[in-house]
């Protein structure tokens, strides 16, 4: 599998083997455990260890649930504390033969687990929903997720903004049936389906309709409700359906706000065949749209229409705070809404909001003509910071882009005019209606070719390549320096999506005429990016020639074949070939073979 469903597999498998619930996946013609997390192999992968950790003899039961397609739920007997594990059996196929997952969960066993199972929950839940939005120059996007204040309501609860092209963005928000892991796992699989219709035929009655057949084929899927909505941000039209989810919210300029009409709709799967259809709104500039699942109105001892008031209020006290629509700010809306709708009490459902704020006034492109002095310098940063701001990036990318056009325009100021009179460069960046930023640095001065030495123009190279998408250089009359970065909102604390340190070991040879990157051991998401800046450095920012040996991998990760594409791509835009030593018949090899990169890279 690749694309989007592939990477939530990824993410659901590593946040499966850290649960605290111990999980098999049996498979075979007895059923036998093929694969186990963390917790469940410390009982053990014998059929006598699951039996014994989940209280009662699985045996039949497995081979019932594998063959009759239908999930089951049991408890089992009571072990020596008094509390009898939860065996949850779910129906699966495994390489087109019928499989069992077995999910086996105790009480808590002391008083700090169930604030630990929170935390899992959590952590599933964060590594599932998308970990960057689509920052539009027309509109700005923002999404939250909060989890039910009981561990036992939590789970399942997702959003996501997908680019479409064309200034088009589809809107979604969902709710899987059940809680914890199992629901995680629902959403996983629904988002990944949303995704694959929507980038195939983006319209609200195809991906609807798609996503009720998915779901009436997968017995945790079926039940769900989603809203679905395509946003085109320059217009601000909005083409929507639903099954079995509320309206969104519209909150306007002048603080009037409605739900929009929706023509009711069964939850995905649960009536084949049902009707699905779309309307169309308008989202005027300056006003704001609120999508949320059906915990934002759930209110212990509350009514349903109490609820939607309550939203209603907490989004306009969020959107009247002084400066909330300003720059960056506007990408903190839906915390601002989360937060509020938290500090009403005790909350029985999760809650995920994802809104959309179309801006009142557009953004201009940015237009600089200054002379190519070092002097010159700090007001390239302040006028190019002021406007990468108003965008609404956030200030970890945001410095990112200023640090790579300072590099290019330091290069301008030291080198362009050498010799000579001190001429003019020009910094223009403009921003496409997908979220496309494009900064260039241009002078006139004599073109000289990059210097291979690292303490010259290869480290600013290397700088520029670290922190932006794309780098393109032009040599006639002048230089030119085009700088791209697809625009991203991410959050600014990002620490509990990220993984655990590595235990790839990259490092660079530089014994011989050329440098060669060593990688050892397994190079999953955090080795890849080890990789990445080691070929940066030691090719001077791509300017220089450089191999990559893995013949002491063990695991090549699908972000590491992204890794070693980028660089191939640098390589042939500078004039040379990467070369990589990958054994022949070794698993590595093969994945560098099957994703096609023998026609871009050597392979020895």
Do not use: K
Not at 82 to 95: A, Y
Not at 140 to 157: E, K, N
Not at 339 to 352: F, N, Q, Y
Not at 495 to 519: F, I, K, Y
């Amino acid at each position: 599998m690749s694309g989007p469903a592939a990477v939530d597999d990824a993410a659901l498998v590593a946040a499966m083997e850290a649960a605290p619930a111990a999980i098999w996946c049996l498979a075979g013609p007895d059923l036998e455990p093929i694969w186990a997390n963390a917790r469940a192999r410390g009982v053990g992968t014998a059929p006598g260890d699951v039996a014994a950790a989940a209280g009662i003899g699985v045996g039949e039961l497995t081979g019932a649930v594998a063959r009759g397609g239908d999930a089951e739920t049991v408890h089992g007997e009571p072990g020596p504390d008094g509390r009898s594990p939860t065996v949850v059996l779910q129906p699966l196929q495994v390489q087109g033969r019928p499989g069992v997952l077995l999910v086996v969960q105790g009480a808590p066993a002391e008083p700090g687990a169930a604030s630990a199972a929170g935390d899992v929950v959590d952590q599933v839940q964060l590594s599932l929903l998308p970990p960057a939005l689509p920052l539009l120059p027309d509109v700005r996007l923002s999404g939250g997720y909060h989890r039910a204040s009981s561990v036992q309501a939590a789970g399942g609860d997702w959003y996501d903004a997908v680019p479409l092209g064309r200034g088009r963005v589809a809107l979604v928000v969902g709710d899987a049936v059940g809680h914890g892991v199992p629901a995680a796992g629902a959403m996983s699989r629904l988002r990944g389906a949303m995704r694959s219709v929507a980038l195939r035929d983006p319209s609200p009655t195809a991906v609807v309709s798609a996503l009720d057949a998915f779901a009436g084929q997968m017995d945790d899927v079926e039940g769900a409700s989603v809203f679905y909505g395509v946003l085109e941000a320059a217009t601000g039209r909005l083409t929507y359906a639903a099954a079995g989810h509320p309206a969104p919210l519209l909150v306007r300029a002048d603080g009037s706000a409605d739900f929009l009409p929706l023509t009711p709709r069964p939850p995905l799967g649960s009536l084949p065949g049902a009707p699905t259809v779309a309307a169309d709104a308008q989202l005027p500039q300056g006003a704001t749209l609120v999508l949320f699942s059906d915990g934002a109105v759930a209110t212990s001892g509350s009514s349903s229409a109490e609820g939607l008031d309550r939203l209603a209020a907490v989004s306009r006290t969020a959107l009247a705070a002084p400066g909330a629509l300003d720059g960056d700010a506007s990408g903190e809306l839906a915390a601002a809404i989360l937060t509020g709708l938290v500090d009403a009490g005790e909350r029985p459902d999760d809650i995920a909001v994802l809104v959309a704020h179309r801006r009142a006034e557009g953004t201009e492109p940015l237009d600089l003509d200054l002379p190519a002095v070092p002097a010159a310098l700090p007001s390239v940063r302040r006028h190019l910071g002021a406007w990468l701001s108003g965008l609404g990036m956030g200030e970890q990318d945001r410095v990112g882009v200023m640090v790579a056009v300072g590099e290019a325009a330091a290069n301008a100021a030291e080198h362009a005019y050498r010799g000579t009179e001190p001429g003019r460069m020009q910094v223009t960046a403009a921003v496409d209606v997908d979220g496309q930023l494009t900064v260039t640095v241009r002078d006139q001065g004599r073109w000289r070719p990059p210097d291979r030495d690292p303490g010259d123009r290869g480290r600013g190279l290397l700088i520029m390549r670290q922190l932006v998408d794309g780098v393109v250089l032009q040599g006639e009359r002048g230089t030119t320096v085009t700088l791209s970065v697809r625009l991203r909102r991410r959050p600014e604390d990002d620490d509990r999506r990220r993984g655990s340190t590595s235990a790839a070991d990259v490092v660079v040879d530089r014994s011989a005429e050329r440098p060669v990157v060593r990688a050892a051991g397994p190079v999953d998401t955090s080795g890849a990016e080890q990789m990445r800046i080691r070929l940066l450095e030691a090719s001077h920012g791509g300017t220089g020639r450089v191999e990559l040996d893995l013949a002491a991998v063990t695991l090549f990760s699908s972000a590491a074949v992204r890794v070693v594409l980028a660089v191939a791509r640098i390589a042939g835009d500078e004039g040379w070939r990467l070369v990589v030593h990958a054994p022949a018949g070794g698993v590595t090899r093969h994945v560098l073979e099957i994703s096609g990169l023998d026609g871009l890279v050597e392979l020895r």
